[in-house]
């Protein structure tokens, strides 16, 4: 305790005496990391009121990974947002050199949660270890690590097994970890306890055949509408056609599943998530209103982004609302998003300067001819596109690997909800049934014009993320 304490005062220090987040790409209403590098959400979950969302974090360096611990931060409406203390440290022999993802469970006023532990032996074969651990809080800032860590010991037959989501099922409590068979088949597999604390496997929930990837990662598994979704970032899958581009993917399989079998019945094919260039490692949530949020790491691995030499790396999506609508899942930001200032304008003709960057833009135009629309800098051009011939959307960031396209067709009239907000963009299509994330890296003023005709709304949106300490 009196151990972390030092530490998080040494980070503050590390991270006021840097105090290197420039504020060009650092997102105004995206959630970032104060200071550092940020990959996977997790944990994410509603506790006494607040919504907590941890994250993969090394503090001492937006360059590179490190060593991960888990960063935290509350908030009330998933837009104003709250740095806390960091949660867990890789203090100990089973973390030493990572507190990997994982997730949280909340019963009788306490947080469980649920995460692997890394253990590198550089030289050796295998040259790591994934073990399954506890932490559990009571107050929401402070987390004790259970005493008998690890509760599901590591093998060296299968060092790949990671990223505990964990659930409750009438009195029973279920984990889904992604893991592979013998490194070539992605696969999920799934636990059972009656505890919390002492863990069965029971089933391989699914697997790649092949098609589908060398390795699951960050597996999520709920039920929503009434179906099972089995949620997951495969590793592995070559790319076909206009599908599979980015290094990794995110992905679901919609499905029936039966608790007395444990068995999932797949009723659709793995689709891919988004259609961007970056989204990956989702968590998902139920919040107090029983809706199912997803949230996702707005970035891909080894992209060297510039943004880390500004001193932060890594940002989130904007939480979505999942449902499913006419057998596909459905993303929609969550209506919170109301709730960050923004100034309305209306029906634009030609330019139109995001002052601050961010903003919102309702696009409404004929479904049946083509469209397309510009966010534009010094040096950058995104073009999004509709070609009405084909029924396809296409994202165009421009440079190397700068298209990405997929089929959508809008039902009635092309409506689409843009987010620009300093280095990303996420467009949502129609309601919601596709959606690309992609960065972007603009310098100096942003600007946005149409090519053909629409109704445009924009919304200008002010800063809801604390301000970076500059330079
Ligand atoms: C996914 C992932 C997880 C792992 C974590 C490590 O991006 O590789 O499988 O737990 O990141 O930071």
Redesign the pocket.
């Known amino acids: 305790m009196v151990g972390n304490l030092l530490k998080v005062t040494l980070l503050l220090f590390v991270a006021i005496t840097n105090g290197k987040v420039r504020d060009r790409y650092y997102p105004r209403y995206h959630f970032a990391p104060p200071y550092g590098w940020m990959?996977?959400p997790n944990g994410f979950c509603v506790f006494n009121d607040e919504i907590h969302l941890f994250y993969?974090y090394n503090p001492f360096s937006s360059n590179d990974?490190g060593i991960?611990h888990w960063g935290h931060a509350t908030s009330k409406d998933y837009f104003h947002w709250t740095h806390e203390p960091i949660a867990m440290f890789p203090d100990q022999w089973y973390d030493a050199t990572?507190v990997?993802?994982?997730s949280a469970l909340i019963e009788n006023n306490t947080m469980y949660l649920y995460?692997?532990g890394?253990v590198n032996y550089p030289g050796e074969t295998p040259d790591h270890i994934?073990r399954q651990n506890l932490a559990t809080s009571t107050d929401g800032v402070t987390f004790t690590k259970y005493k008998n860590n690890p509760i599901i010991n590591g093998s060296l037959t299968t060092p790949n097994i990671?990223?505990p989501k964990v659930w409750e099922h009438e009195g029973t409590y279920y984990m889904v970890l992604?893991s592979s068979l013998n490194e070539t088949y992605g696969r999920a597999l799934l636990y059972s306890s009656n505890d919390k604390v002492s863990w069965n496997y029971i089933s391989v929930l699914a697997q790649s055949n092949g098609t589908l990837g060398y390795m699951y990662?960050?597996p999520d598994f709920f039920k929503v509408d009434g179906k099972y979704v089995l949620l997951f970032?495969p590793q592995g899958i070559e790319a076909s056609g206009d599908k599979y581009h980015n290094l990794?993917q995110t992905g679901y399989i919609i499905g029936d599943f039966d608790y007395s079998t444990y068995t999932f019945t797949p009723t659709s094919e793995f689709v891919e998530l988004d259609h961007g260039h970056d989204l990956?490692?989702t968590q998902t949530t139920l919040d107090k209103h029983g809706r199912r949020i997803v949230i996702a790491?707005f970035d891909m691995?080894y992209q060297n982004y510039p943004e880390a030499s500004d001193g932060f790396t890594g940002i989130m999506t904007i939480p979505r609302e999942l449902k499913i609508l006419n057998g596909k899942l459905v993303q929609i930001p969550v209506t919170e998003m109301s709730r960050i200032k923004g100034k309305q304008v209306w029906a634009i003709n030609g330019y139109y300067t995001l002052r601050y960057k961010a903003g919102e833009i309702n696009v409404l135009a004929n479904g049946c001819k083509d469209f397309k629309l510009y966010i534009v800098s010094d040096n950058v051009q995104v073009t999004i596109s509709y070609d009405a011939a084909n029924g396809k959307v296409t994202l165009d960031r421009g440079g190397n690997d700068g298209i990405r396209r997929t089929d959508w067709r809008p039902s009635g009239q092309l409506k689409w909800r843009i987010f620009v907000d300093a280095s990303s963009i996420e467009l949502f299509c129609g309601e919601g049934e596709v959606t690309f994330s992609s960065r972007f890296f603009p310098k100096g003023k942003v600007f946005i014009y149409q090519g053909g005709a629409a109704k445009l709304k924009v919304r200008e949106i002010v800063r809801t993320m604390p301000k970076p300490s500059k330079k």
Request: one cysteine or more.
């Open positions: 990959n996977d993969q990974t991960a990572g990997f993802s994982g995460y692997t890394n994934n990671r990223d992604g990662e960050c970032s990794y990956y490692a790491w691995w």
